[in-house]
């Protein structure tokens, strides 16, 4: 069994300490095989707000965690415009990783990870063609029994970011990613962006989507709240199957809410404990 913690949008200089530190006492007492975190490290960008996130990496890392993460929107910066433009991820390669699609294995489990931040949108994001080449070439040369997960800061498709019905924009070339995905055989899409936590079948959000499990994160430290607490994922895969726990800040500490176990026969998942007609999500 493999467990991965997904972290999102830590929005380092728009952080709670106190969350800070629970995060990381939290994660700490999981002993995960993985921690990954889907972009937002920082809110707007700045050397001192990566150096803050560089440090919590380090702490964790010192603790023998291993680490893989994206860029987001906010680790571009937003005011200098020269910056932005001309070398908008320079911080980003310095602080947290010179990988901007970085790739890791675990028994049973492949991970790769999908820069989506670019400085022609300033809150919008988008797959390259290249890009989706290279989700299809790396992933072609894991083990066809693997778990394939990947990792981008942007949803692929449009999700709900609050009350009143409002939808976020999907990834840009989401139609073309999709393809790329199915034809890859991405089981695991995780992403943050939204700062909500939901669990989807691709297939109920797109027609084309292959057969993936969607699974969104809140945001785990940031003030920056849409609706919810603030969040992170457990994902625990074992096989075939997925146990998904959301932690959730409750008065002063995270506490796990009840594990719902997901299970992937053939090309769709459906729910333990549901009729096999009916879709995870």
């Not at 001192?48 to 380090?58: I, P």
């Amino acid at each position: 069994m493999a467990r991965l913690i997904h972290l999102s949008d830590l929005h380092f200089g728009a952080h709670e300490p106190e969350l800070v530190d629970a995060v990381e006492q939290r994660v700490l007492a999981e002993e995960p095989d993985l921690v990954v975190i889907s972009g937002d490290f920082t809110q707007r960008a700045r050397t001192s707000q990566f150096e803050e996130a560089c440090d919590f990496l380090e702490r964790l890392r010192d603790a023998g965690l291993e680490v893989l993460g994206v860029p987001g929107n906010h680790d571009v910066p937003l005011y200098d415009v020269l910056r932005r433009f001309l070398s908008p991820l320079t911080r980003y390669k310095r602080f947290i990783d010179e990988t901007l699609c970085p790739y890791h294995e675990l028994p049973g489990v492949a991970v790769l990870g999908i820069n989506t931040a670019r400085s022609l949108t300033f809150s919008d994001g988008r797959i390259s063609h290249e890009q989706m080449d290279f989700i299809r070439d790396t992933f072609a040369r894991s083990d066809p029994k693997t778990m394939r997960v990947l990792v981008t800061h942007h949803p692929l498709f449009a999700l709900p970011v609050g009350e009143g019905g409002k939808v976020a924009n999907a990834v840009g070339r989401s139609e073309l990613a999709l393809d790329a995905i199915a034809e890859a055989g991405v089981d695991l899409l995780l992403a943050g962006h939204n700062h909500r936590s939901s669990t989807h079948s691709a297939r109920d959000l797109a027609t084309r989507a292959g057969p993936a499990l969607v699974i969104q994160a809140g945001t785990a430290t940031s003030h920056r709240l849409r609706d919810e607490e603030q969040s992170f994922n457990r994902i625990d895969i074992d096989g075939d199957s997925v146990v998904l726990t959301i932690e959730t800040w409750s008065d002063d500490q995270f506490l796990p809410s009840d594990a719902q176990r997901y299970i992937r026969e053939g090309d769709h998942w459906r729910i333990a404990g549901a009729r096999q007609e009916e879709p995870a999500g």
